[in-house]
């Protein structure tokens, strides 16, 4: 392609990039084209020396470009760049992946981009040494190691809880639904309180009611003060200059991880004065027995009984706020959606029938009930870019060479919503993960990653679609959720912060008799 055809090609790109940016004003998006014409000048001489992306700004980088919705910014540029971009926020440099190359990065290469970028946040966070925003090294690898083994230690125990735990919930967040005797309520307060009880008792213990507990009170506070915080933004971890200036806004953030701090501590010792290796009857047992068989060895390479118990406050930040949100969603679309929610009915009353409730063994019969949870997860995209990642060293993706400490975006919203994939994918149809014989469709699963992958995956997954599936089976088998008359309908627009949460919304449930 010749010069020529090829600088068409890049200034129609980039009116289809800068047309919906509308609060630049004329002189920004003079400023921005110019710059992103000089670049594409100078990688046209240089095309296989430069991973490819726009010019950004000096000091800020790209950070005002990216808008309310950065993951659809990044896929307008995507048409543009391609599957890796790079670009500049404040002091780090950035590329974000999309598409196929976030499998390559995550499964082929996954050491190398299994880092986190050491902001003042994450090393703020547990000192550093959380899982969830800990440096990858040797230490991590073993903590990651030993704090999977007690999870699933637990989890696989015939004595565990989670399931009457989750029953009961569901029992009880029904009773306060049919409070409203049929009229039109918001669910937020109501779901968010209930999937806080649940993650509290599996990680702490069974509670005869659990919200007359002070501790938990006092930690379902603190989680949202975190998550409010958080998704506010911490300009710090991109400007760390910054700090001399907001000393305010830094002593705040870190009163908070210290209260989370005191709060895990004390719940902890608690456990430790009744602890008992041959009953565990949470995950903080679980963990406390693991960490009294630390062995010489893994003390030498970073660990301690602390740091293992510490874990529990990993475990319920990847099963508390997330799950919440994931069944704000839920209940709005399988409102909007009635015919799904009658196929889920039709396929509870065959299987499971209204003279007990279902069951985790219930599970591989309850096929669309299970297409369904995929595809909640795909439609709605909880973190449509993750978390953060770094690179670990210098790394090949593409033809290209990432340094080592470049912060890393994936933005999975690439792989749930591909059209090439599937087809329509704005739209809510479960029966897309089925195939003609009726039995989930597991190369679909396969097609996008709600968890993440590789060596940061969620630990939380096993536990957020066990709560899933109990929910969902749960609430249908006894009601059905309507869209107020009031409504016109349902949006899916969100506020994009920690996660995507769906705007506040009222529903109305019927009784199933």
């Not at 083994?149 to 125990?157: D, E, L, P």
């Not at 009170?217 to 001399?244: K, M």
């Not at 369904?372 to 709605?380: F, G, K, M, S």
């Not at 809510?428 to 195939?435: G, H, S, V, W």
Request: aromatic residues 10%; proline residues 4%.
């Amino acid at each position: 392609m010749s010069t020529v055809a090829l600088l068409q090609m890049y200034v129609v790109d980039m009116c289809m990039y800068f047309r919906d940016i509308t609060t630049l004003g004329k002189a920004g998006v003079v400023f921005l084209a110019s710059a992103s014409l000089l670049t594409f000048l100078h990688r046209l001489t240089y095309r296989n020396k430069a991973i490819p992306g726009p010019w950004g700004l000096p000091v800020v980088g790209h950070l005002p470009f990216l808008g309310k919705t950065p993951f659809l910014t990044f896929m307008k540029m995507r048409k543009i760049y391609g599957d890796l971009i790079k670009l500049q926020f404040g002091s780090w440099p950035t590329v974000v992946i999309h598409g196929k190359l976030i499998k390559e990065a995550l499964s082929t290469k996954g050491d190398a981009f299994s880092g986190r970028p050491q902001f003042f946040s994450s090393v703020s966070v547990q000192n550093g040494k959380s899982l969830s925003f800990g440096k990858f090294d040797i230490s991590w690898k073993l903590h990651r190691r030993i704090a999977n083994k007690s999870f699933q230690a637990f989890t696989n125990a015939r004595s565990n809880p989670i399931e009457e735990i989750i029953h009961e919930e569901v029992s009880y967040i029904l009773e306060e639904f049919e409070r409203y005797n049929g009229g039109a309520f918001d669910p937020h307060d109501h779901i968010y309180i209930a999937m806080g009880s649940v993650v509290y008792q599996i990680c702490y213990g069974r509670k005869g009611n659990v919200r007359a507990d002070k501790d938990f009170c006092e930690y379902i506070l603190h989680t949202q003060d975190f998550s409010t915080f958080v998704t506010a933004g911490n300009p710090v971890d991109i400007f760390p200059w910054l700090r001399h200036f907001m000393k305010k806004r830094i002593n705040k953030f870190k009163d908070l991880l210290s209260k989370g701090h005191l709060i895990r501590r004390k719940r902890i010792q608690d456990h430790l004065e009744t602890f008992s290796s041959d009953y565990l009857r949470d995950i903080t047992d679980s963990l406390i027995n693991e960490s009294r068989q630390l062995t010489e060895e893994d003390k030498a390479n970073g660990m301690s009984e602390e740091r293992i118990q510490d874990t529990i406050g990993d475990l319920f930040a990847a099963g508390f706020d997330t799950v919440a949100t994931t069944t704000m969603w839920t209940l709005l679309l399988l409102a909007k959606t009635p015919r799904v929610q009658k196929k889920i009915q039709e396929e509870l009353d065959s299987v499971v029938g209204m003279s007990r409730r279902p069951t985790l063994g219930d599970r591989r019969n309850l096929v669309y009930t299970e297409a369904t949870i995929h595809e909640i997860l795909r439609i709605i995209n909880l973190t449509p870019l993750s978390l953060p990642h770094a690179t670990t060293e210098d790394v090949e993706l593409a033809g290209y060479t990432i340094k080592k400490d470049t912060l890393v975006l994936l933005n999975l919203f690439s792989l749930s919503h591909d059209k090439e994939v599937w087809g329509d994918p704005e739209v809510f149809r479960p029966e897309r993960f089925l195939k003609d014989d009726g039995q989930i469709d597991t190369r679909l699963v396969d097609m996008y990653l709600p968890f993440s992958a590789g060596r940061r995956r969620c630990m939380g997954e096993i536990l957020a679609r066990t709560e899933l599936f109990l929910i969902i089976s749960g609430f249908l088998q006894r009601c059905t959720f309507v869209k107020p008359k009031d409504v016109q309908k349902y949006t899916m627009e969100c506020s994009f912060g920690l996660n995507m949460k769906p705007l506040p919304y009222k529903v109305e449930i019927r009784n199933r008799n």
